[in-house]
């Protein structure tokens, strides 16, 4: 498992297409915000104590042993609403460019020592433009053109920090 302070750990490389990374969630923590994976299905087991787990409009109690199969397209976010942490394990299946943006997000957050919600605007938007064919925010409301826009116009001036 991760070490301390280290939400995700890389595990061993994946025998086929797939990325797979051990995560650790807090108690209390938000995992990750409303996103999708147009071109990914994801699975998640989770391996010690109990994940709330949203996908669509159903929301879904995980505990030790279970898994689930978000496909490809569907809204999802996680959350660890437990009192005791939690460990999991979540692939990415086709890889596509997954390992790169789990690496730029966990990266950028080392360096910046700040959690998602405190990424900059730019720091999100280039890395949703950097990686939209892997990742997109869910939710009516997302102008996805404007963050497009915006995170390309960031990555051609070299701002953002992705």
């Not at 025998?15 to 797979?20: L, S």
């Not at 938000?30 to 391996?47: A, D, K, S």
């Not at 990415?92 to 789990?102: K, N, Q, S, W, Y």
């Amino acid at each position: 498992m991760p070490a301390s302070g280290d939400p995700a750990i890389w595990e061993e490389a994946a025998p086929d297409d797939r990325v797979r990374l051990a995560v650790r969630l807090p108690a209390g923590s938000r995992g990750t915000f409303n996103h999708r994976h147009p071109n990914q299905i994801e699975r998640l087991e989770v391996l010690s104590g109990r994940l709330l787990v949203s996908l669509g409009r159903q929301t879904h109690r995980l505990r030790t042993g279970d898994v689930i199969v978000i496909p490809a397209g569907m809204p999802h976010w996680v959350r660890n609403d437990g009192s005791e942490e939690v460990c999991a394990v979540c692939e990415l299946e086709p890889a596509l460019g997954g390992r790169g943006m789990l690496e730029a997000l966990f990266g950028l957050r080392r360096r910046t020592s700040n959690t998602l919600e405190k990424l900059s605007f730019l720091q999100l938007a280039v890395l949703l433009y950097e990686f939209r064919h892997e990742i997109r925010l869910a939710g009516p409301l997302v102008p996805h053109p404007l963050i497009d826009f915006v995170g390309a116009t960031a990555k051609l001036l070299g701002l953002g920090g992705v």
